[in-house]
């Protein structure tokens, strides 16, 4: 059984755990907490869980308030709502469907007998989700049917590949799919695309710690390939750039960066095409990689890219990746110091008509000079872009630590946005 508890307080979390784990010892139990992480997202519906319990009350909300939101969801779990004796708030909750616990409920056979009603409602309905014409339906991305995987909408389309917000049932989250849009596809260059998810699945998987997506799943469906990955709700660095950052922001944004690459170089890998796209922002402030589809993992004998072959995205690559030339952990801090200079200025710093004018321009044009409020970065920004990789730093932790510093020097108490 799986339960998702909405409340704040947590001496009650313990008390719901302790009693769920007692009548159930392999239960397990997710905590939302409503003060610190807001409302559920729009399109969640709860399918992985058995039963959603929430607090009567807490600082700033009801939980009465957000049963008659959540009931509206058509498809949503089972809602249990704590009503701390308050008869009036049990009768509407029972009205929009929702089951009812009083305090005392915690310590009796109430409790137990109302989780289990829920779980028996929650198999009806997963079963008819499951076999239903409508049900599978909604576990169609595109041409491929993946089971398990409830299709919210369509995010984005590339050459290849289509990116789904869904829902996982086993992960009892939201999730986003990358799914290609034939598995016999080749890309340009002659790629096969199934290959391509093989290695970013192995590269991901073997990356330890947070400065990666998480990827949950592969598969093949209807001669789709498909990953399964991390949803990131606030976006991506590219979004956020479009509201202005402080010096401050865009120097921690930077470090955040220079630690993610000294983890994923760590493991032998070199991510190859690093632009704001591909950093994406969780909830908790901290930021995450993603796009290791070019990647190159010294451990796998795959290189899906030949010697001579350029490839990324032409405002973010070094001159040597540009030009085809051999690349090492360097290059990606290039394309770093070419993110800090945009977050900066709200530009990017080499500009042309056609992506081979750019190229030329990031071998030839020299260093960009940053506006004099921000001189105390242009070290690090010299450092990062310079034209030979040997004037760059010897490694990400080298970078890491010289914008830490950087950023720890920096006394503007009351600086505006860049």
């Known amino acids: 059984m799986r339960v998702l508890l909405i409340e704040e307080d947590a001496q009650r979390c313990a008390l719901v755990r302790e009693r769920l784990a007692a009548w159930r010892p ?11 992480r807001g409302a559920l997202a729009a399109e969640f519906l709860a399918q992985g869980f058995d039963a959603v319990l929430l607090a009567a009350r807490w600082p700033g909300g009801s939980g009465l308030a957000w049963v008659r939101e959540l009931a509206a969801r058509e498809g949503f779990a089972p809602l249990v709502l704590f009503t701390d004796d308050d008869a009036e708030a049990a009768r509407s909750a029972q009205a929009l469907g929702a089951y009812t616990l009083s305090s005392a409920d915690l310590d009796h056979e109430t409790f137990p007998r109302v989780l289990a009603a829920a779980e028996q409602r929650q198999a009806h309905a997963r079963a008819l989700w499951h076999t239903s014409g409508s ?62 998810f093989l290695q970013e699945y192995e590269i991901v998987q073997r990356i330890a710690g947070s400065a990666v997506v998480r990827i949950h799943d592969l598969g093949v469906s209807d001669e789709h390939a ?19 950052l402080t010096a401050r922001e865009a120097l ?44 190159k993992d010294e451990s ?13 995205t032409p405002h973010y690559m070094s001159p040597e990746q540009g030009h085809g030339e051999p690349i090492d952990a360097r290059s990606d801090l ?3 110091g070419i ?29 960009p000079q940053l506006p004099a409020k921000y001189a105390p970065v242009q070290p690090v920004l010299e450092r990062l872009l310079a034209k030979s990789p040997e004037g760059r730093f010897a490694h990400a932790e080298e970078a890491a630590l010289a914008i830490e510093a950087t950023l720890k020097g920096w006394r503007s108490r009351s600086e505006a946005p860049a």
């Open 334 to 336: 290039y394309s770093l």
């Open 226 to 244: 498909w990953l399964v990955m991390e949803y990131f709700a606030r976006g991506d660095l590219r979004r956020r750039l479009r509201a202005p």
């Open 26 to 36: 392999q239960a397990q139990l997710a905590q939302h907490n409503p003060v610190r």
């Open 252 to 295: 921690r944004y930077a470090a955040a960066i220079a630690r993610a690459l000294a983890s994923i170089h760590g493991s032998g890998v070199l991510h190859r095409d690093l632009k704001p796209g591909n950093v994406m922002l969780r909830d908790n402030g901290s930021i995450a990689l993603i796009d290791f589809g070019m990647s």
């Open 135 to 196: 049900g599978r339906q909604t576990q169609r991305f595109g041409d491929a049917f993946i089971r398990g995987y409830r299709c919210v909408r369509r995010l984005a389309g590339g050459r290849s590949t289509d990116l789904y917000l869904g829902e996982s049932e086993r992960a009892g989250r939201l999730v986003v799919l990358k799914v290609a849009r034939d598995r016999q596809e080749r890309e340009e260059g002659g790629v096969d695309v199934f290959r391509r």
């Open 300 to 312: 796998l004998t795959l290189d899906l890219t030949d010697t001579g072959t350029i490839f990324g």
């Open 339 to 367: 993110i800090l200079y945009e977050m900066l200025t709200r530009e990017k710093p080499f500009r042309a008509e056609n992506p081979m004018a750019i190229v030329y321009k990031h071998r030839k044009e020299p260093v």
